[in-house]
C-alpha cells in the first residue's frame, strides 16, 4: 500500500514528495496534466522558499539561472516617486530571485527523480474514501489506489478539497488582469522592477532571464472585466496599446508573447487543512493576490512543515494527533499572508480619487525610507515566521530564538570534527547542536548530533528549520518530546 499519495506535481506537491522521501516515505504523486508546465507563472523565490529547496536538495543553480533584481522604482505622471530596494537577507544566499515557476518545478522533479520517484502525468483522481486505515482513491482509467494518507496540492479547484467536502470561502478581489511574459524592444535598466501609476489602472514590468535574449518582461496590468474570454492575441493587442499609454513612453515595442494570460484576483482560505485521513497544501489550501509573490514560497513552507509530521505518523513514531498541528502551525500563516496581499492590492489599486491621493502623495513615498523598505524585505522573506504561539512550542524565556521561531544557518561540527552548517544537516532529519542523547530514544536514527562552534544551550532543531526545544535540562527535553509525539498516540 502506497503510504502517502499526492495529487498535483506542482511546487507544493513536489516539495512535500521530495521531503517525504527524505524521511524514507512511500509516494505517489499524481497530475491530471499530460506532462510538466512550460509558462512562467509564479516568477520570484524568496528567501524562505530558496531555504526550503536547499534542505530538500533542490536548489540546484536556480540562483544562477535567475536574476536577482532586487528594486523596485515606481512612477507617477511621468516621473519616478519611488524607488523601493529589497535588501539582502542574512547575506547573499538568502535573496529573492526572479527565476521562472517552471524552472523551480522542473528542479523539483529532478530531485524527486533522484529519490526514486517520477510523476504520473495525466492520472486524474476520480473519487475518494476513507476509513480508519486508509484511503481508497480512484484515478482516471480505473486504477484503485490505496494509500494511508491522501495530500490535495492539486490548486484553487482542488479535486481533493472538494471530495473531502472543506469549505473554501473568499472572494475576489479586482476585476480582471492581463499578464503576459514578452519581448520587448524598450531601453529599460533590467537590474529592477517598475510600476506606473494611471488614472486608468496599474501597469508592472519585471525582468526575466531567457537564454541568449535580454529582452523577456513580465507585463501586468489591471482591466474592467471582460465579457468574454480573452484569447492570446486579444491580450497582447491592449497591452501593446496600454503600456504607452499608462507609462508615458512611446520608445517601446512589444514583438511577440511567450505567454499570456487574464485572471480575477480571488482570496480563499480553506476552513480546515485536515479532514481524517486527507490533508491540504498549497493553493487548495489558500490563494490570494500575487502581489508581493508570497503563493508559492507559502506552498513549499506548507509541504515542509506538513512531512515531517506526516513521516513520524505514518513510521508509528508519533500520535495522529500530530497532524492536528500542521493546520495549527501553517493556517495562521496562510490568514496573515491573505491579510497582507489583500491590503497592498487594495493600496495600490487606490479605490477612488481619495484613494489615489493617500497612495500618490502620502504613502508610496514612504517607501523611500530605508526603515520601511527593510520592514518589507523582512515580511516578503517569511524568514520571520514563527510557532511559538502554536501547539508544539515550550513555554519558556530567554534568548533567541525561542521554542517556535526559525533557526538561523550558523557553521558547527559533525561528529568527526569536519565543518558543516546547521541546515545542510536538516535534509529529514531533526538536529541536537549540543548533547541530547535523550531524542535519539523518540526520534531514532531520524536525528543527527552536532557540536556548536561556540557554547550555549542545547537546541533540538526540526527538519523545518523551527527550533522545537532549548535548555540544558534532558528531562524536560524528555517531557517535551513525549508531549508532542507519544501523547497524540495515546488518544
Not at 105 to 123: A, D, F
Not at 285 to 295: D, L, N, T
Not at 360 to 383: E, F, I, K, Y
Not at 459 to 470: Q, S, T
Request: charged letters at 25%; proline letters at 4%.
Amino acid at each position: 500500500m502506497t503510504e502517502v499519495l499526492i495529487t498535483g506535481a506542482g511546487p507544493a506537491g513536489l516539495a512535500l514528495a521530495c521531503a517525504l522521501r527524505q524521511h524514507d516515505v512511500a509516494v505517489r504523486v499524481v497530475d491530471k496534466a499530460g506532462g510538466p508546465a512550460t509558462t512562467s507563472r509564479a516568477n520570484i523565490l524568496h528567501a524562505r522558499g530558496v531555504e526550503v529547496l536547499n534542505r530538500l536538495g533542490a536548489l540546484g543553480d536556480l540562483r544562477e539561472r535567475g536574476l536577482s533584481a532586487l528594486q523596485l522604482s515606481i512612477h507617477l505622471e511621468g516621473r519616478q516617486i519611488a524607488e523601493v530596494r529589497f535588501g539582502e537577507v542574512e547575506g547573499a544566499r538568502l535573496s529573492a530571485v526572479f527565476i521562472s515557476q517552471a524552472e523551480i518545478e522542473g528542479e523539483l522533479r529532478r530531485r524527486l527523480g533522484e529519490l526514486g520517484v517520477e510523476v504520473e502525468w495525466g492520472s486524474e483522481l476520480v473519487s475518494a474514501s476513507q476509513d480508519d486505515t486508509g484511503v481508497t482513491a480512484e484515478l482516471s482509467g480505473g486504477e484503485q489506489v490505496r494509500a494511508q494518507w491522501l495530500v490535495g496540492c492539486d490548486g484553487a479547484h482542488s479535486a481533493v478539497r472538494r471530495l473531502a467536502g472543506i469549505g473554501f470561502p473568499g472572494a475576489p478581489l479586482v476585476d480582471q488582469w492581463l499578464l503576459a511574459d514578452v519581448h520587448a524592444d524598450w531601453d529599460r535598466d533590467r537590474s529592477g522592477s517598475a510600476g506606473w501609476y494611471h488614472r486608468d489602472g496599474l501597469l508592472f514590468a519585471m525582468p526575466m532571464r531567457e537564454p541568449g535574449r535580454d529582452d523577456l518582461w513580465r507585463i501586468m496590468c489591471d482591466v474592467p472585466r471582460a465579457d468574454e474570454a480573452l484569447t492570446e492575441q486579444q491580450i497582447l493587442d491592449r497591452l501593446r496599446r496600454l503600456l504607452p499609454e499608462r507609462t508615458g513612453l512611446t520608445d517601446v515595442r512589444i514583438t511577440d508573447a511567450k505567454w499570456a494570460s487574464a485572471f480575477r484576483i480571488h482570496r480563499r482560505l480553506a476552513d480546515r487543512y485536515r479532514s481524517g485521513r486527507v490533508l491540504l497544501a498549497g493553493d487548495a489550501a489558500h490563494i490570494h493576490s500575487p502581489f508581493g509573490g508570497q503563493g508559492m514560497n507559502t506552498g513549499v513552507g506548507d509541504a515542509e512543515n506538513l512531512a515531517w509530521k506526516l513521516a513520524l505518523v505514518a513510521r508509528g513514531m508519533a500520535g495522529e494527533a500530530l497532524l492536528d498541528t500542521y493546520e495549527a502551525e501553517r493556517r495562521p500563516v496562510a490568514a496573515y499572508v491573505l491579510r497582507g496581499t489583500t491590503a497592498n492590492t487594495k493600496l495600490l489599486l487606490g479605490g477612488g480619487a481619495a484613494g489615489r491621493f493617500l497612495r500618490d502623495r502620502v504613502l508610496t513615498p514612504l517607501l523611500n525610507l530605508p526603515v520601511v523598505q527593510r520592514m518589507g524585505t523582512d515580511a516578503a522573506s517569511q524568514l520571520r515566521i514563527s510557532y511559538r504561539r502554536g501547539p508544539l512550542a515550550a513555554p519558556v524565556r530567554g534568548p533567541r530564538p525561542r521554542s517556535g521561531d526559525r533557526v538561523r544557518d550558523f557553521e558547527c561540527l559533525r561528529a568527526d570534527g569536519t565543518r558543516t552548517r546547521l541546515h545542510t544537516e536538516l535534509r529529514g532529519r531533526w538536529a541536537v547542536v549540543g548533547d541530547a542523547p535523550v531524542a535519539r530514544k523518540w526520534l531514532g536514527d531520524r536525528v543527527v548530533t552536532l557540536t556548536p562552534t561556540g557554547s550555549g544551550d542545547t537546541l533540538l532543531v526540526r527538519p523545518d528549520g523551527h527550533l522545537a526545544w532549548r535548555g540544558t535540562d534532558q528531562a524536560e527535553l524528555g517531557r517535551w518530546l513525549e508531549n508532542a509525539l507519544e501523547r497524540g498516540r495515546a488518544r
